[in-house]
């Protein structure tokens, strides 16, 4: 199993105890710079692999994959966590890691471990208070939508499709006892509560 471990905007204590868990008992642990290794040496010797900040797409590509041969085999055989700075779902070096394993190694299992993201850290740090609705861009066309208190799913859902979005995820009371997800749109109900979710994408 190969899992993505989000460590947090970069302050120890800041990592979840989840977090911490996963990289004292994974077989191997790697991260993609010194930062992240830096972050996890209290707990594990990280070995770190090299993900360069560069637009060639062909360089790249060879890159991604190099990695993910040298991950492949170990992750099959027992646990490897690749801890990275923030959430290892936005924006970051593990969701293209993981297209890779699952595009030449389907096989291997993946999964994810959240972390304190830059958006909260932001918010944190700024003494900034989201009461409304937001928007999070990095500069790219808007692929995906988020709506929270999502008490008239179906409804949503509706009105996201007018906007173009065509793939959905319900999801309600996550990692409580109670948590619900669900990936069929025509499986997901007429109401929730203010612990849903809607999740589209384009």
Do not use: C
Not at 92 to 117: A, C
Not at 164 to 170: A, K
């Amino acid at each position: 199993m190969l899992i993505g471990v989000g460590l947090g905007p970069g302050d120890p204590q800041l990592l979840t105890l989840k977090a911490v868990n996963v990289l004292k008992n994974s077989d191997k642990v790697y991260v993609p710079g010194r930062l992240a290794k830096d972050l996890v040496a209290p707990y594990v010797d990280a070995e770190i692999l090299e993900f360069p900040m560069i637009r060639d797409i062909e360089v790249l590509n060879t890159l991604w994959k190099e990695n993910a041969d040298r991950i492949a085999d170990e992750a099959r055989k027992g646990t490897v966590a690749f801890g990275l700075i923030g959430d290892p779902n936005f924006f970051s070096t593990f969701t293209h890691l993981k297209k890779v394993m699952n595009r030449h190694y389907p096989d291997v299992e993946t999964s994810t471990v959240p972390g304190i993201s830059s958006i909260t850290s932001f918010a944190a740090r700024t003494d900034v208070a989201v009461e409304s609705s937001f928007e999070v861009s990095d500069g790219s066309d808007i692929g995906y939508k988020i709506h929270l208190k999502a008490t008239q799913p179906r409804k949503i859902i509706e009105q996201l499709e007018t906007e173009g979005y065509r793939e959905f995820i319900f999801a309600e009371r996550l990692f409580s006892d109670n948590e619900t997800i669900i990936s069929k749109k025509e499986d997901i109900p007429e109401k929730g509560n203010y612990f849903s979710i809607i999740y589209g994408k384009k």
